[in-house]
């Protein structure tokens, strides 16, 4: 029997009712990968002492019978971009450094609600700007897959390789500090969020199951916003059958944020297993396939094509137009709103202030000169600059019909009887850091979002799913778009192809000698779509 | 942190006085700004009052005022526009301030119902067209006391649009004529207010208060459809009685809770529109008329001695009675609009459109709040009219005064006497030691019962109308006394008894010879002045006319 580290949440949520571990125990070893990976850099703040005592307080549940549900005691990660009270919450940024917030994200509080064991904040891009996890201001986040026995064995074949420690590989982004922290064990599940892929990128990279559900499916007040039309909380976990679990903790209607949907949504979402797939017809968009494609990212998406249609799917090539504008039309919006919610930030009522005190302006330019980076600065800027009303019309107006087409295109490929898409999630293996740098944060999230962005625009869920490994030995993912609100529905589809695909648990027993066990069970499983 | 600068602008010299064309609008009393206005007998709505230069060129130049009002009236509502925070002036500094107001990072805005209903009540109120559906946007500036750096509002599909709001001024010669005039309502939006900023300019801080800061405005923008400070100022005052009879805002425009603005600008008729300025902070009715009179006479002066009209925003100094430039902005402000991507579109129903089934706590119908409104002042003022008939201007005063309709229907309900008796003396009488001791209806010291019961002895003839005024005079000297106490104390009532008065005439005729011989020599004032002597030993408690033949009879 493997340890409890490795399993997956609900194998070690079982393992807890049956009194096999307790959640202290629970919390306690998780605590202690998390020491011992401190070097990924995946957490900014790590909450020992709440997670411990509420692991005590799940204890005594478990002891008088009480248990709240599958995530009771399960120790979880959170992104530090959502509020959580009285733990410092920081987006990464100097911005928002020492800022405790009074009150918690009603995502964090529905975790809390169900008994889960909040262990930390994990790290993000600065305000979630970014598809690397590498441009925060507490450092780079670092690839579990970087120290796996899979990667490593397989760089030892390569003559070329140099210095390991200077060659790690980025996580991606801008979730890849909750992506590094469920890859390595140090939790069962964790919140990322998504605006443009940054949950379902580094779930790609990390080879995680990286859901993003419908928007308004799952309330985001007390996330710190990037795009509000477009952001969603994200669930990263090692499998889809947990994060279906997550989700049913997570969704539904708030009335502190008014766009989520009072419609009534199934739950729990309990995710049937499919027997057979000959009533589904999968879409293959043939825009997602471009030149930059990495070779064995498109290997891998047509095999998995001919599974289903092996299967008995129905496998269509559709059309999404508009494809090819997804990325300047985001940029244009994306800018936009961050330029307005940025502007809260001007060290009066929380946050850096700056020592200037001058004038208002001089304290609120140099405040926000000292605490935002380059990034969220140039986004300000380029922002404010499509908002001025001589540009308002050419810019913003036309980007927001263009998303309107974006959208249009996906309900038209449903309208065509499609159930689900099947797309890459990103275009080729995590790549290590030293390359990921040469370009720079725009040029990076504009070629990584390719895949991911235009879902956000269209408010749909969609799931990557990690299928196998590369020849360099990573993760490499695909991605599932489904139909707004059939969240269950595509999570149901990407559970199906988890289950042929056998993706292979990662390795990292050199890394964590005391942990070997963790995967001491685990050989390196078949893969069903092997190159 | 420093104090936002202001620019102090001084008055660099005197101003020239204008000459109001055909016996009219504005007239600068003096260089201090105290104007006097008289509003001219206007026949036509469309008229506009014409100025003209002192010294007039050829053809003789006249000018145009042309005047618009933003009118922001903050929503009487328990908590604010989009958080649960309460909604109460005066409370201690950042006492009422959610995670919201305060924009910490992750809130969200959720619109209150409340908010919604009185807005909508109010477009109905002011006969505009009500937007089924409207939208919220971000309206974007740094200051200090707008905490998320943008302002929500609705700037591109409002609430309400297109309505109109009647008014009256007075005109004649003892201003005692009220003509009704209208001006056309743009839109109403609803808003966010902002917090508040205290400066010290000693310490060069500003401290912020934001116990305002989220709390629901209505933003009523006016069409600029006026001319002159007594125009604007009656449309404001119409405004206002209007939502405080439906209750959508106390309107106090001391405790800042109606709050206009003004743009101004003056032309030459058949012209293009003149450059405007906006005069912000009128804080009472009576400001209001004196800073726009102000600004539209700066405005023809400055384009008299050729110089020209900057677009900016003038604050009105209302000690000293003038408008001056506030802030010196380089340029225009650019707002940078934005939709609120936090709130889905706002959407209202009606008998028609509402769906089968919807849940009322969730939708907001349109007709529904429609057959709740309260009767308006206008139809108040017609129903007085019709009801007691009084004059059209004596409606006007009734429901100008705060409080002196109900008090005027309290007495009615109690008294026998005739409406326009009771018309009379609560006009005249009452609001007349009202103002002379700048009460409040409120704090008089006369109930509507005890008029009432002085009134009913009036009527009953129980006293006369010189005692009645005596009675008054007791009564407003708070002594607890009913009328009719007061009356048999201090023996007021009239004087029935004709043998004893007949014995009284007898006496002052006998005491004064020399007015009786005039009578008998025909002098006909000699009898009015026995009369008054004779009303005087009786304490005016005595009827004249019986006086009078009494007297004649003695003397015949």
Known sequence: MRTMLGRTLREVSAALKQGQITPTELCQKCLSLIKKTKFL????????????????????RYKNGQSLGDLDGIPVAVKDNFSTSGIETTCASNMLKGYIPPYNATVVQKLLDQGALLMGKTNLDEFAMGSGSTDGVFGPVKNPWSYSKQYREKRKQNPHSKNEDSDWLITGGSSGGSAAAVSAFTCYAALGSDTGGSTR?????????????????????????????????????????DAAIVLGALAGPDPKDSTTVHDPINKPFMLPSLADVSKLCIGIPKEYLVPELSSEVQSLWSKAADLFESEGAKVLEVSLPHTSYSIVCYHVLCTSEVASNMARFDG??????????VSTEAMYAATRREGFNDVVRGRILSGNFFLLKENYENYFVKAQKV?????????????????????????????????????????????????????NMAGLPAVSIPVALSNQGLPIGLQFIGRAFCDQQLLTVAKWFEKQVQFPVIQLQELMDDCSAVLENEKLASVSLKQ | MAAP?????????????????????????????????????????AQQPLYTTQKPRKGEHKWAAVVGLEIHAQISSNSKLFSGSQVRFSAPPNSLVSFFDASLPGTLPVLNRRCVEAAVMTGLALNCHINKKSLFDRKHYFYADLPAGYQITQQRLPIAVNGSLTYGVCAGKKQSQVIPKTVRIKQIQLEQDSGKSLHDDLRSQTLIDLNRAGVGLLEVVLEPDLSCGEEAAAAVRELQLILQALGTSQANMAEGQLRVDANISVHHPGEPLGVRTEVKNLNSIRFLAKAIDYEIQRQIDELENGGEILNETRSFHHQLGYTMSMRDKEGKQDYRFMPEPNLPPLVLYDATSLPAGADPQQVINIDQIRETLPELPSVTRERLVQQYGMLLEHSFTLLNEVGLLEFFQNVIKETRAEPKKVTSWVLNTFLGYLKQQNLAVSESPVTPSALAELLDLLDSRAISSAAAKQVFEELWKREGKTPGQIVSEKQLELMEDRGALEQLCHSVMEAHPQVVMDLKEGNPRAINKLIGLVRKATQSRADPAMIKEILEKLSS
């Open chain 1, 41 to 60: 850099n995946a957490y900014i703040t790590v909450s020992e002492e709440v997670a411990l005592k509420q692991a005590e307080e799940s204890e005594k």
């Open chain 1, 201 to 241: 990128n580094p779930a790609a990279h990390c080879g995680l199951v990286g859901f993003k559900p419908s928007y308004g499916l799952v309330s985001r007040h007390g996330l710190i916003p990037l795009v509000n039309s477009m952001d969603v909380p994200g669930i990263l976990t090692r499998c889809v059958d």
């Open chain 1, 403 to 455: 998303r309107r087409l974006i959208a249009n295109d996906f309900v038209n490929a449903f309208n065509s009887g499609v159930d689900v898409l099947l797309t890459p999630t990103t275009l080729s293996e995590a790549v290590p850091y030293l390359e990921f740098i040469k370009e720079d944060n725009r040029t990076r999230s504009a070629q990584d979002d390719i895949f991911t962005q235009a879902v």
């Open chain 1, 348 to 357: 009066l009522q929380y946050g850096h202030r700056c020592d200037i005190d």
């Open chain 2, 5 to 45: 600068m202001l620019r102090w602008v001084g008055r660099g010299r005197r101003w020239t006085f204008a000459r109001v064309d055909g016996g009219s609008c504005h007239r600068r009393g003096a260089p201090t700004g105290s104007t006097s206005n008289r509003i001219r007998e206007q026949s036509s709505v």
